[in-house]
């Protein structure tokens, strides 16, 4: 069986490129992809989302080119949306996603015949 790749580090972005996406845009510029147009004003880094515009599997890319901030509501959207389905499709081609190989459940209870076997007759012995 051949084993999948190895998946890639996720590239968390730093401080400073979160604090110069902040200031690239003063409002939430929406997810253009998706049609979504938002426009809210950032008040703070925590009610900011900082998006990958390539997504992370792709491109492993930390940089403030590829760091975009997102309201909250726009990064659920663009997360479950887009992000969801590309990322199942790209687990599906490289068969992450395959179902494991199930094997028949046995009970620690249950005894082999041939040990079922083996026991009556020790037990036919011993009534001798």
Do not use: W
Not at 29 to 41: A, D, Q, S, W
Not at 46 to 73: A, Q, V, W, Y
């Amino acid at each position: 069986m051949v084993e999948p790749p190895a998946r890639k580090k996720r590239e968390e972005f730093s401080l400073k490129t979160k604090l110069e996406a902040m200031l690239r845009y003063a409002r939430c510029p929406g997810v253009f992809e998706l049609g979504i147009k938002c426009g809210k004003r950032f008040t703070s880094l925590r009610e900011t989302n900082f998006d990958h515009i390539m997504r992370n599997e792709i491109k492993p890319d930390g940089s403030p080119e590829n760091c975009r901030p997102l309201c909250l509501d726009c990064h659920r959207a663009k997360t479950d949306k887009k992000d969801t389905v590309e990322a199942k499709k790209g687990r599906n081609i490289r068969g992450e996603n395959k179902p494991k190989e199930s094997r028949p459940i046995r009970s620690q209870n249950t005894l082999t015949k041939a040990h079922r076997d083996a026991t009556k007759q020790r037990h036919e012995l011993g009534k001798r």
